[in-house]
């Protein structure tokens, strides 16, 4: 097996994982990760952004729902890492991607544009985004 992944869910699956590392050969890398975001987290941070980009500029400029989610990712302390591009005029994100945060780093996320939303005045469209 050159490579395999498991979620935790059960006592089987977790009989599983110690079986394939007291099999694995030596030299073999093992990786814990959290989970991942879901599906519903994934809805919510888009509505809450097509929200936000529909009804604010940001220093005088529409953004889109990306440019929105970028923003946010720097300030959760995630993204914005920016190197020259390789034609020199302009530069390149070499960030980390939402689709890696983990479901509590994804909360934190949601939190952070529903907070700032609210700071704003944004009118918030999802039902769960209200509340």
Same mark, same amino acid.
Request: no cysteine.
């Given at each position: 097996?050159?490579? *395999?992944?498991? +979620?935790?869910?059960?006592?089987?699956?977790?009989? @599983?994982?110690?079986? #394939?590392?007291?099999?694995?050969?030596?030299?073999?890398?093992?990786? =814990?990760?959290?989970?991942?975001?879901?599906? *519903?987290?994934?809805?919510? %941070?888009?509505? *809450?952004? +097509?929200?936000?980009?529909?009804?604010? %500029?940001?220093? !005088?400029?529409?953004?889109?729902?990306?440019? #929105?989610?970028?923003?946010? %990712?720097?300030?959760?302390?995630q993204e914005m890492r920016l190197v020259p591009n390789?034609? !020199?005029?302009? =530069?390149?994100?070499? !960030?980390?991607?939402?689709?890696?945060?983990?479901?509590?780093?994804?909360?934190?996320?949601?939190?952070?544009?529903?907070? =700032? !939303? *609210?700071?704003h005045s944004v009118v918030f469209h999802d039902p769960?985004? @209200?509340?």
């Amino acid at each position: 097996m050159s490579r *395999a992944q498991l +979620t935790l869910s059960d006592k089987d699956v977790r009989a @599983r994982a110690v079986h #394939w590392i007291e099999k694995a050969p030596q030299g073999t890398r093992v990786i =814990f990760k959290e989970a991942k975001r879901t599906q *519903a987290q994934n809805d919510r %941070m888009w509505a *809450a952004l +097509t929200d936000i980009a529909s009804q604010l %500029m940001w220093h !005088g400029v529409k953004l889109s729902t990306e440019d #929105w989610k970028l923003l946010f %990712m720097d300030a959760l302390n995630q993204e914005m890492r920016l190197v020259p591009n390789i034609n !020199g005029n302009g =530069f390149v994100n070499l !960030g980390r991607s939402s689709s890696s945060l983990s479901k509590a780093e994804f909360s934190n996320l949601i939190d952070l544009i529903h907070e =700032f !939303g *609210a700071r704003h005045s944004v009118v918030f469209h999802d039902p769960e985004s @209200r509340s």
